[in-house]
């Protein structure tokens, strides 16, 4: 099984302080940057823009994942990479040439990600697993932070992790949503080896040094 990571995710940071944010959760020992771009069309909500992702490369030597839960992304898929996304995900469902735009991700250097909603079945991303360098799965419906985690996602985990060790091992299997130190080796045991975190890191009830350990801890015991 590959090393698990850790993402935080921008969405739940104090965005009022987001260099000192930043700061504290990269020395709680998180392992990447999780950035959500809504457009208010695809998942009822808005969000960040590319400024969004210049602003946190400024800030941060990590890597920034950038989950595009937009409508026709390939319109902005140079726009994200020029900013310094350094993985963009696309969700299949909001994407008519998905083969065309993984070819368009790989041209532009980057990691090529692609998501899949909770109710959008295992087989509508077969045909394009063997190209892409991750899988995310949304294991909450898009568009808003703070849900819980929806339990029926473990057994959706288990098939594509299943179906990656068999046409593309070394394509990382990534799950957001509703991730936290009570379920988080649940879901590393279903396969997954890329975590993003919201509220599980950025929360009023511990420090973000505590909840990174706690989840750490909860690895632990799995690896």
């Known amino acids: ?27 709680a020992g998180i392992d990447f940057w999780h950035v959500d771009v809504m457009d208010g069309m695809f998942v009822p909500n808005m969000t960040f823009g590319s400024i969004m992702v210049e602003t946190v490369r400024r800030a941060s030597k990590l890597p920034i994942d950038v989950h595009l839960m937009i409508e026709e992304p390939t319109r902005y898929l140079d726009e994200f990479a020029q900013a310094g996304a350094d993985a ?20 532009l250097d980057v990691r090529a990600g692609v998501s899949i909603n909770p109710g959008t079945p295992v087989v509508m991303i077969e045909e394009v697993l063997p190209l892409v360098d991750q899988i995310l799965v949304m294991s909450v419906n898009p568009g808003f932070g703070g849900q819980s985690f929806i339990p029926g996602s473990l057994r959706k985990l288990q098939r594509i992790k299943e179906l990656i060790d068999a046409v593309n091992p070394s394509c990382n299997l990534e799950v957001d949503g509703g991730i936290k130190a009570s379920n988080i080796g649940k879901v ?3 396969g ?32």
């Open 88 to 107: 963009i995900t696309i969700h299949t469902e909001a994407t008519s040439h998905l083969n065309s735009a993984i070819q368009t991700l790989k041209r």
């Open 1 to 27: 099984m590959k090393p698990a990571r850790i993402g935080a995710s921008i969405l739940t940071a104090d965005l009022l302080h987001l260099a000192k944010q930043i700061a504290i959760a990269e020395d």
């Open 188 to 190: 590393r045991q279903a």
């Open 192 to 223: 997954v080896d890329m975590f993003v975190v919201g509220s599980g890191v950025f929360n009023d009830q511990a420090s973000v040094a505590d909840s990174v350990r706690a989840l750490r801890e909860a690895l632990a015991v799995i690896n």
